[in-house]
């Protein structure tokens, strides 16, 4: 397959529409219709079933469109990683990309370590938004990055557990909750005067709810400090809580484990020492 063919079936894919898709790619519909029959002739696959409505994958569409974006993506992080190595000739450095406040402590630990062995590369730390640290890893902007399971798509990478901990949930001193020692997840989700956070998606969007519209750490610590909002957490939060909210212990919310992930195919110098460090620790 041409890289130009797999764009186009994933643009149809997506949009489940030729016309939508064309639109999108910025070419005529005809075209566009001609190249997918051109696929899936050469792959001997319906890729679509075409009806009324539109465009609805097959089974073996859907297995081309999950393998299509991985292929894409590859391609992407190869691009960018070799226009990274190109700016900075001779020079060696990778990208680490994380959440805001997550696991700090233990990335100070991690790159102090790093930072002192003998063929040690700079490490350049990128923050991200909130499940963006997989999307990073995967299109090449970043080299490694810190994850957290169950929260994020591990899947494809290399990983080094740094770190495994309980979750807390986070509510304004003074309110009734903040008098408890711990209570069950279910119990925290439905205080009713102390709606769920809003993360965005990775397009940018917020899902529907009553809850707050959340970016980073210190709006969302000012936010359950004003009893806009209640929030759960892993327990190294604890480190950047200050005055005017109480931590509550929940007993039976899964643990959180933090790793370190790069791809599995990476030649990285940088990212193979810093992840016998993180081995190390």
């Known amino acids: 397959m041409e890289t130009r063919e797999l764009r186009y079936f994933v643009a149809v894919a997506e949009e489940a529409n030729v016309g939508r898709a064309a639109d999108r790619l910025g070419i005529a519909q005809p075209p566009l219709s001609r190249a997918i029959a051109r696929l899936e002739r050469r792959l001997g696959a319906t890729l679509f079933d075409r009806t009324p409505r539109g465009m609805d994958l097959t089974d073996a569409g859907l297995t081309l469109l999950r393998e299509g974006r991985v292929a894409l993506a590859a391609m992407e992080a190869a691009e960018r990683r070799t226009r990274r190595t190109a700016q900075t000739p001779g020079e060696s450095r990778i990208v680490l990309t994380a959440k805001p406040g997550s696991a700090g402590e233990v990335m100070v630990k991690l790159l102090d370590a790093y930072a002192a062995e003998p063929d040690a590369v700079d490490v350049e730390v990128v923050f991200s938004p909130p499940r963006h640290q997989a999307l990073m890893l995967r299109d090449g902007r970043a080299d490694v990055a810190l994850l957290h399971r169950p929260f994020d798509d591990l899947s494809g990478f290399d990983v080094e557990t ?97 790793v370190l992930a790069w791809p599995p195919h990476s030649t990285s110098v940088g990212v193979a020492g810093l992840a016998r460090t993180a081995a190390r620790l």
């Not at 003074?174 to 408890?180: D, E």
């Not at 970016?215 to 939060?237: C, F, H, K, N, Y």
């Open 162 to 258: 740094l770190l495994v901990e309980d979750q807390v949930v986070i509510v304004p001193a003074g309110h009734p909750a903040s008098q408890r020692t711990s209570m069950t997840e279910a119990e925290a989700r439905s205080i009713s005067d102390l709606p769920c956070p809003r993360w965005p998606e990775i397009d940018g969007s917020y899902p529907d709810g009553p809850g707050p519209e959340m970016r980073d750490l210190t709006q969302m610590v000012q936010l359950v400090r004003l009893g806009r909002t209640a929030i759960v957490l892993p327990e190294s939060v604890q480190a950047y809580v200050r005055d005017g909210v109480a931590v509550v212990s929940l007993v039976d919310a899964p643990r959180v484990t933090t």
